[in-house]
Protein backbone atom coordinates (compact mmCIF):
# COMPACT_ATOMS: atom_id res chain seq x y z
CA UNK A 1 0.00 0.00 0.00
CA UNK A 2 2.87 2.50 1.16
CA UNK A 3 4.36 2.15 -2.37
CA UNK A 4 1.77 4.48 -3.85
CA UNK A 5 3.33 7.58 -2.22
CA UNK A 6 6.68 7.05 -3.53
CA UNK A 7 6.00 6.82 -6.91
CA UNK A 8 6.15 11.02 -7.32
CA UNK A 9 2.57 10.55 -9.09
CA UNK A 10 -0.45 12.45 -8.39
CA UNK A 11 -2.18 9.61 -6.10
CA UNK A 12 -3.60 10.89 -3.15
CA UNK A 13 -5.54 8.13 -0.90
CA UNK A 14 -6.31 7.06 2.68
CA UNK A 15 -3.38 5.33 5.02
CA UNK A 16 -5.07 3.50 8.26
CA UNK A 17 -3.35 4.39 11.24
CA UNK A 18 -2.46 1.74 14.10
CA UNK A 19 -5.93 2.47 15.71
CA UNK A 20 -8.28 2.01 12.41
CA UNK A 21 -8.37 5.82 11.64
CA UNK A 22 -7.11 7.11 8.37
CA UNK A 23 -5.05 9.74 7.21
CA UNK A 24 -5.18 11.59 3.74
CA UNK A 25 -1.72 11.42 1.65
CA UNK A 26 -0.69 13.62 -0.70
CA UNK A 27 2.31 12.84 -2.87
CA UNK A 28 5.27 15.55 -2.90
CA UNK A 29 4.55 17.01 -6.42
CA UNK A 30 1.12 18.14 -5.40
CA UNK A 31 1.82 19.91 -2.34
CA UNK A 32 4.76 21.61 -4.55
CA UNK A 33 2.41 22.70 -7.27
CA UNK A 34 0.12 23.50 -4.61
CA UNK A 35 2.51 26.48 -2.89
CA UNK A 36 3.76 27.12 -5.94
CA UNK A 37 7.20 25.36 -5.57
CA UNK A 38 7.18 26.77 -2.14
CA UNK A 39 7.39 29.96 -3.07
CA UNK A 40 8.50 33.12 -0.90
CA UNK A 41 5.17 34.77 -1.91
CA UNK A 42 3.11 31.55 -0.14
CA UNK A 43 5.07 31.58 3.00
CA UNK A 44 3.27 32.71 6.05
CA UNK A 45 5.09 31.64 8.76
CA UNK A 46 8.19 29.82 10.48
CA UNK A 47 8.45 27.79 13.91
CA UNK A 48 11.29 26.24 15.34
CA UNK A 49 11.27 23.13 13.31
CA UNK A 50 8.84 24.16 10.50
CA UNK A 51 8.42 26.15 7.81
CA UNK A 52 4.67 27.09 6.84
CA UNK A 53 3.15 28.00 3.59
CA UNK A 54 -0.53 29.33 2.33
CA UNK A 55 -1.43 26.54 -0.61
CA UNK A 56 -3.94 25.85 -3.15
CA UNK A 57 -5.01 21.92 -3.40
CA UNK A 58 -6.39 20.59 -7.14
CA UNK A 59 -9.80 21.31 -5.55
CA UNK A 60 -9.52 24.48 -5.05
CA UNK A 61 -9.53 24.28 -1.04
CA UNK A 62 -7.00 26.76 0.87
CA UNK A 63 -4.53 25.04 3.20
CA UNK A 64 -1.61 25.38 5.41
CA UNK A 65 1.20 23.24 4.35
CA UNK A 66 3.86 22.41 7.07
CA UNK A 67 6.92 21.37 5.99
CA UNK A 68 8.88 19.85 8.68
CA UNK A 69 12.59 20.33 9.13
CA UNK A 70 14.98 17.86 7.87
CA UNK A 71 15.69 16.71 11.38
CA UNK A 72 12.39 14.89 11.61
CA UNK A 73 12.62 11.89 10.27
CA UNK A 74 10.59 9.72 11.62
CA UNK A 75 9.79 6.18 9.29
CA UNK A 76 6.39 6.43 7.37
CA UNK A 77 4.81 3.98 9.56
CA UNK A 78 5.67 6.32 12.62
CA UNK A 79 4.56 9.12 10.96
CA UNK A 80 1.24 7.66 9.73
CA UNK A 81 0.23 6.44 13.01
CA UNK A 82 1.39 9.56 14.94
CA UNK A 83 -1.54 11.38 12.19
CA UNK A 84 -3.94 9.10 12.55
CA UNK A 85 -4.28 9.67 16.18
CA UNK A 86 -5.13 13.27 15.64
CA UNK A 87 -7.03 12.92 12.08
CA UNK A 88 -10.55 12.18 13.25
CA UNK A 89 -10.62 14.90 15.54
CA UNK A 90 -12.97 17.61 15.20
CA UNK A 91 -13.88 20.54 17.34
CA UNK A 92 -14.73 24.57 17.05
CA UNK A 93 -11.31 25.16 18.69
CA UNK A 94 -9.03 22.74 17.18
CA UNK A 95 -7.10 23.04 13.94
CA UNK A 96 -8.54 20.23 11.40
CA UNK A 97 -5.48 17.92 9.68
CA UNK A 98 -6.69 17.59 6.55
CA UNK A 99 -3.86 15.09 5.60
CA UNK A 100 -0.03 14.61 4.92
CA UNK A 101 3.11 13.80 2.78
CA UNK A 102 5.60 11.68 3.67
CA UNK A 103 7.45 11.25 0.43
CA UNK A 104 10.94 9.88 0.86
CA UNK A 105 12.72 12.04 3.51
CA UNK A 106 10.03 14.44 3.38
CA UNK A 107 7.35 15.24 5.95
CA UNK A 108 4.79 17.53 5.35
CA UNK A 109 1.05 18.03 7.56
CA UNK A 110 -1.85 19.49 5.37
CA UNK A 111 -3.97 22.28 7.68
CA UNK A 112 -7.23 23.67 7.54
CA UNK A 113 -6.03 27.29 6.38
CA UNK A 114 -7.08 30.14 9.27
CA UNK A 115 -7.91 33.52 7.72
CA UNK A 116 -6.39 35.56 10.71
CA UNK A 117 -3.29 33.94 11.42
CA UNK A 118 -2.19 33.58 14.76
CA UNK A 119 -2.57 35.77 18.68
CA UNK A 120 0.77 36.36 18.23
CA UNK A 121 0.90 37.68 14.73
CA UNK A 122 -2.36 39.57 15.59
CA UNK A 123 -2.79 40.23 18.73
CA UNK A 124 0.86 40.70 20.72
CA UNK A 125 2.48 41.47 16.76
CA UNK A 126 3.90 44.74 16.06
CA UNK A 127 1.17 46.37 14.41
CA UNK A 128 0.74 44.83 11.13
CA UNK A 129 -3.17 43.44 11.80
CA UNK A 130 -5.87 45.92 11.62
CA UNK A 131 -8.20 43.24 13.69
CA UNK A 132 -9.82 45.08 16.97
CA UNK A 133 -9.57 43.36 19.97
CA UNK A 134 -12.16 44.57 22.25
CA UNK A 135 -13.15 42.73 25.40
CA UNK A 136 -15.88 40.64 24.09
CA UNK A 137 -13.73 39.50 21.51
CA UNK A 138 -10.91 38.10 24.13
CA UNK A 139 -13.54 36.71 26.19
CA UNK A 140 -14.53 34.48 22.89
CA UNK A 141 -10.67 33.60 22.32
CA UNK A 142 -9.99 32.94 25.89
CA UNK A 143 -13.77 30.97 26.47
CA UNK A 144 -12.55 29.02 23.25
CA UNK A 145 -9.12 27.84 23.55
CA UNK A 146 -10.31 27.11 27.22
CA UNK A 147 -12.88 24.76 25.71
CA UNK A 148 -10.60 23.02 22.73
CA UNK A 149 -7.85 22.72 25.74
CA UNK A 150 -10.81 21.10 28.13
CA UNK A 151 -11.33 18.68 25.04
CA UNK A 152 -8.04 17.18 24.44
CA UNK A 153 -7.83 16.64 28.35
CA UNK A 154 -11.06 15.78 29.44
CA UNK A 155 -12.57 13.99 25.85
CA UNK A 156 -10.10 12.04 23.95
CA UNK A 157 -9.34 8.66 24.78
CA UNK A 158 -6.13 8.87 26.06
CA UNK A 159 -5.94 12.38 26.76
CA UNK A 160 -3.85 14.89 24.91
CA UNK A 161 -1.23 16.88 26.73
CA UNK A 162 -0.36 19.56 24.31
CA UNK A 163 2.59 20.40 25.99
CA UNK A 164 3.33 23.85 23.65
CA UNK A 165 0.40 26.24 24.62
CA UNK A 166 1.32 29.54 23.20
CA UNK A 167 0.22 32.56 21.44
CA UNK A 168 1.31 31.20 17.92
CA UNK A 169 -0.54 28.20 18.66
CA UNK A 170 -4.06 29.90 19.11
CA UNK A 171 -5.31 30.33 14.98
CA UNK A 172 -7.91 32.92 14.44
CA UNK A 173 -10.61 31.87 11.96
CA UNK A 174 -12.85 34.64 9.96
CA UNK A 175 -14.99 35.15 12.82
CA UNK A 176 -11.69 35.23 15.50
CA UNK A 177 -13.28 31.89 16.68
CA UNK A 178 -9.82 30.55 18.34
CA UNK A 179 -8.44 27.09 17.50
CA UNK A 180 -5.76 24.99 18.74
CA UNK A 181 -2.87 23.97 16.39
CA UNK A 182 -0.11 21.84 16.83
CA UNK A 183 -1.89 19.12 19.38
CA UNK A 184 -0.87 15.73 19.33
CA UNK A 185 2.93 16.11 17.61
CA UNK A 186 5.21 15.60 20.90
CA UNK A 187 6.34 13.01 18.96
CA UNK A 188 7.39 14.61 15.40
CA UNK A 189 9.38 16.92 17.08
CA UNK A 190 13.32 16.63 16.38
CA UNK A 191 15.46 16.02 19.34
CA UNK A 192 17.80 19.16 18.65
CA UNK A 193 15.40 21.55 17.83
CA UNK A 194 16.20 25.18 18.78
CA UNK A 195 13.48 25.40 21.68
CA UNK A 196 13.53 22.00 22.66
CA UNK A 197 15.21 19.53 24.45
CA UNK A 198 14.73 15.32 24.36
CA UNK A 199 12.39 15.84 27.12
CA UNK A 200 11.01 19.09 27.26
CA UNK A 201 9.20 20.35 23.77
CA UNK A 202 6.95 23.48 25.09
CA UNK A 203 8.29 27.17 24.76
CA UNK A 204 10.64 29.46 27.11
CA UNK A 205 8.05 31.62 29.16
CA UNK A 206 5.28 29.35 28.92
CA UNK A 207 6.58 26.74 30.77
CA UNK A 208 5.22 25.24 34.19
CA UNK A 209 7.99 25.10 36.85
CA UNK A 210 8.16 21.28 36.88
CA UNK A 211 7.94 21.06 33.25
CA UNK A 212 11.15 23.07 32.77
CA UNK A 213 13.39 22.00 35.50
CA UNK A 214 12.26 17.82 35.54
CA UNK A 215 10.17 17.28 32.20
CA UNK A 216 6.97 16.59 34.16
CA UNK A 217 4.40 16.74 31.92
CA UNK A 218 0.77 16.79 32.93
CA UNK A 219 -2.16 18.44 31.76
CA UNK A 220 -1.64 21.36 35.14
CA UNK A 221 1.55 21.52 32.69
CA UNK A 222 -1.13 22.69 30.12
CA UNK A 223 -3.08 24.72 32.18
CA UNK A 224 -0.08 26.87 33.52
CA UNK A 225 0.74 27.41 30.00
CA UNK A 226 -3.04 28.64 29.52
CA UNK A 227 -2.43 31.12 32.78
CA UNK A 228 0.82 32.54 30.56
CA UNK A 229 -1.64 32.99 27.56
CA UNK A 230 -4.95 34.34 29.28
CA UNK A 231 -2.13 37.17 30.74
CA UNK A 232 -1.28 38.01 27.10
CA UNK A 233 -4.96 38.06 26.53
CA UNK A 234 -5.90 40.16 29.02
CA UNK A 235 -2.98 42.85 28.55
CA UNK A 236 -2.45 43.00 24.82
CA UNK A 237 1.83 42.32 25.35
CA UNK A 238 4.01 39.23 25.25
CA UNK A 239 4.84 37.31 28.24
CA UNK A 240 8.53 38.22 27.83
CA UNK A 241 10.01 42.05 26.46
CA UNK A 242 13.62 42.51 26.70
CA UNK A 243 13.08 46.42 25.52
CA UNK A 244 11.16 47.15 28.74
CA UNK A 245 12.62 48.46 31.90
CA UNK A 246 14.06 45.87 34.13
CA UNK A 247 11.00 44.61 36.60
CA UNK A 248 8.63 45.37 33.68
CA UNK A 249 9.90 42.90 31.30
CA UNK A 250 8.00 39.31 32.61
CA UNK A 251 4.01 39.75 32.33
CA UNK A 252 3.73 36.65 35.04
CA UNK A 253 6.06 38.89 37.44
CA UNK A 254 3.72 42.01 36.66
CA UNK A 255 0.60 39.70 37.11
CA UNK A 256 1.45 38.43 40.37
CA UNK A 257 2.26 41.91 41.89
CA UNK A 258 -1.10 43.35 40.49
CA UNK A 259 -2.81 40.06 41.74
CA UNK A 260 -1.11 40.91 45.48
CA UNK A 261 -2.21 44.75 45.19
CA UNK A 262 -6.02 43.56 43.75
CA UNK A 263 -6.04 41.23 47.14
CA UNK A 264 -4.94 44.04 49.22
CA UNK A 265 -7.46 46.28 47.77
CA UNK A 266 -10.25 44.39 47.51
CA UNK A 267 -9.94 43.32 51.41
CA UNK A 268 -9.60 46.95 52.45
CA UNK A 269 -12.36 47.94 50.85
CA UNK A 270 -14.58 45.47 48.11
CA UNK A 271 -17.88 47.87 47.16
CA UNK A 272 -15.01 50.51 46.08
CA UNK A 273 -12.48 47.98 44.51
CA UNK A 274 -15.52 45.99 42.58
CA UNK A 275 -15.98 49.65 40.27
CA UNK A 276 -12.08 49.94 39.36
CA UNK A 277 -10.63 48.53 36.61
CA UNK A 278 -9.52 45.87 37.74
CA UNK A 279 -12.50 44.96 39.57
CA UNK A 280 -14.71 45.72 36.48
CA UNK A 281 -11.97 43.21 35.12
CA UNK A 282 -12.82 40.71 36.89
CA UNK A 283 -16.49 41.30 36.95
CA UNK A 284 -16.03 40.80 32.80
CA UNK A 285 -14.02 37.78 33.37
CA UNK A 286 -17.16 36.08 35.14
CA UNK A 287 -19.78 37.22 33.42
CA UNK A 288 -17.95 36.04 30.23
CA UNK A 289 -17.74 32.87 32.16
CA UNK A 290 -21.43 32.33 33.27
CA UNK A 291 -22.38 33.53 29.18
CA UNK A 292 -20.12 31.18 27.89
CA UNK A 293 -21.85 28.28 30.16
CA UNK A 294 -25.55 28.93 29.37
CA UNK A 295 -24.61 29.34 25.84
N1 LIG B 1 -3.29 26.52 9.72
C1 LIG B 1 -2.70 27.70 9.63
N2 LIG B 1 -3.34 28.76 9.05
C2 LIG B 1 -2.75 29.97 8.98
N3 LIG B 1 -1.52 30.25 9.46
C3 LIG B 1 -0.83 29.26 10.04
C4 LIG B 1 -1.37 27.94 10.16
N4 LIG B 1 -0.47 27.15 10.81
C5 LIG B 1 0.59 27.95 11.08
N5 LIG B 1 0.39 29.21 10.63
C6 LIG B 1 1.33 30.36 10.73
O1 LIG B 1 2.65 29.84 10.65
C7 LIG B 1 3.40 30.22 11.81
C8 LIG B 1 4.43 29.15 12.13
O2 LIG B 1 3.79 28.02 12.64
P1 LIG B 1 4.60 26.83 13.30
O3 LIG B 1 5.52 26.25 12.28
O4 LIG B 1 3.60 25.92 13.92
O5 LIG B 1 5.52 27.50 14.38
P2 LIG B 1 5.16 28.20 15.76
O6 LIG B 1 3.91 27.54 16.28
O7 LIG B 1 6.35 27.92 16.63
O8 LIG B 1 4.97 29.67 15.44
C9 LIG B 1 2.36 30.43 12.90
O9 LIG B 1 2.83 31.30 13.90
C10 LIG B 1 1.22 31.05 12.09
O10 LIG B 1 1.47 32.43 11.93
MG1 LIG C 1 2.66 26.15 15.71
Known amino acids: MDCCFMCGTDMKQKVEGEGGNKVKVFSYSEMRKATHGFSGANKIGEGGFSSVFRGRLKDGTIVAIKVLSADSRQGFREFINELAAISDIVHENLITLVGCCAEGSHRILVYNYLENNSLACTLL ?164 HTMSKEN
Request: net charge positive; with cysteine; hydrophobic share 40%.
Open 125 to 288: GSGRSNIRFNWKARVKIAVGVARGLAYLHEEIRPPIIHRDIKASNILLDKDLTPKISDFGLARLLPPNATHVSTRVAGTIGYLAPEYAVRGQVTKKSDIYSFGVLLLEIVSGRCNHNARLPQGDQFLLERGFYFFHRIQINYSRNREEFMHSKPGLMLISIRHG
